[in-house]
Every structure is written in structure tokens, then in C-alpha cells.
């Protein structure tokens, strides 16, 4: 059974930096893909990252270019979202997902979800 735990979110003044991690159980991250999603109260949850483990393939969603980087995490087995100059509209519940057959942006092809971890950007 595959789990995905997100930690690591929490209140930060806008222009600050936070990391996201996720932990994955149940199965290795090689040859995985891989995202980062958020969702911010009223609306739908969207694309953030994603990534291919093996080879480090990233895309990111315009909103966050430059300033989040997808990345596998140090510890075996997680995965990593470095978020710097942070800004109030980047406050969501941020979610960590996997499984995917796809190199794809859509949530519905990501089989596996952790329980999301909230991030507060205040200005």
C-alpha cells in the first residue's frame, strides 16, 4: 500500500522561503513521476511541479517558475518542494501525489495523494 505523508507547511511572511517534504512508503521513487499540487480555499486544486525521479525531468506551472524547485528529497524515499520568495497568493494546502503513468499536469492520472500540508503567506 502506497502513503504519502506531506510536512512542513506553515505560517511565513511574504518574500520568505519554506520547504515541503513528502515522504513515500510502500514503494521506491525510482522511475517514478512525481508532483507538488495546491489547492486555496474556493478553488480548485492546480498544478504546481512535477518530476521524473530518474532523470531529474521538472516543469512547473508559470506561477511558481524561478522561484519553487521539485526535487527529490535527501532522505531516501522523499521527495522536496523549496519554495522561496514566497507570496500571499501562494497560500494553499499543498499536496503531494504519485503514481502516474504520465509525464502529465492533470491531477486525475495521479493515483496516490497525501493529506496535504498547509501553507500561510501573510503580507
Known amino acids: 500500500q502506497v502513503q504519502l505523508v506531506e510536512s512542513g507547511g506553515t505560517l511565513v511572511q511574504a518574500g520568505g522561503s519554506l520547504t515541503l517534504t513528502c515522504v513515500v512508503s510502500g514503494q521506491t521513487l525510482s522511475s517514478r513521476i512525481m508532483g507538488w499540487f495546491r489547492q486555496a480555499p474556493g478553488k480548485e486544486r492546480e498544478f504546481v511541479a512535477i518530476l521524473i525521479t530518474n532523470d531529474a525531468t521538472t516543469k512547473y506551472a508559470d506561477s511558481v517558475k524561478s522561484r519553487f524547485t521539485i526535487s527529490k528529497g535527501i532522505a531516501k524515499n522523499t521527495l522536496s518542494l523549496l519554495m522561496n520568495n514566497l507570496k500571499p497568493e501562494d497560500t494553499a494546502v499543498y499536496f503531494c501525489?504519485?503514481?502516474?503513468?504520465?509525464?502529465?499536469?492533470?491531477?486525475?492520472?495521479?493515483?496516490?495523494w497525501g493529506q496535504g500540508t498547509q501553507v500561510t503567506v501573510s503580507s
Open positions: 501525489a504519485g503514481g502516474s503513468r504520465y509525464f502529465t499536469t492533470d491531477a486525475k492520472y495521479y493515483a496516490y
